[in-house]
């Protein structure tokens, strides 16, 4: 018995000044917080203490950036863990920014079904984004898969009109596939109810979505830009029961 409680106090001893400096770094984040918000005049989402240099992670209006503790700096970039050619940042960034994918409203978005449809993947995407259509001849090639395509004009004014003209088909599917794959214009319609695109417009900018192609998977995690077709079958693929 006199063991045992010798052994009980000097673990309380342990886990209780093991825990002082897990709480004075969250003293001196939410600081670095205050700090940073008042000088550069931005909302801080996320911040944390890096295992690295000292180095603080501040998540900004949907990207990375770090300081030290005194704010002497701000880097924007990546972080590469040199021992394993790790890129720290853009782990960190899909952990981030990462969603649910049954929050996505999904009847905003153009479906197809290949397949059995079992793997998912909802992309953002502007017509006259020349990589949406690299992306748009690829994903074609894939089979047992459902596809939500939000439309997101965010390029440019002809961008919003072809948007559109593309809701407005009657098979919508087609409509996208044949002007981003095949350079065919879509029909000149645009009277029907065309809100959807505006709310995709409201919601991809509540998400951060600065980007086309935007893609996100069935596990809620995201992915700008054009991303190789291989890995993006890997990706789904992955994520099959």
Known sequence: MPHFAALAASLVFFVFF?????????????????SVEKRLNVQVDNIRKTN?????????????????EQMSVLIAGSLIDIRDMRNITEARLEQLSAIK??????????????????????????????????LARELLKLDNITLYTFLYPLLREDSDKKSRQIWCARNKAKAWNDWMAGGKEP???????????DRNVAFAQKLNVNATPTLFFADGARIPGAVPIDQIEKKMNALLP
């Open 187 to 197: 029909g000149n319609k645009t009277d029907c109810d065309t809100s959807a695109i």
């Open 52 to 68: 690295y240099l000292g180095l603080y992670e501040l998540y900004i209006d949907g990207r990375i950036y770090y300081t030290d």
């Open 101 to 134: 994918f049954s929050d996505l409203p999904l009847d905003q978005a153009i479906k197809q079904v290949r397949g059995n449809g079992k793997r998912l993947l909802a992309t953002f995407e502007d017509p006259n984004c020349s990589y949406c259509k690299l």
């Open 18 to 34: 093991a825990s002082v400096p897990a709480e004075a770094q969250s003293v001196a984040a939410s600081k670095l917080k205050q």
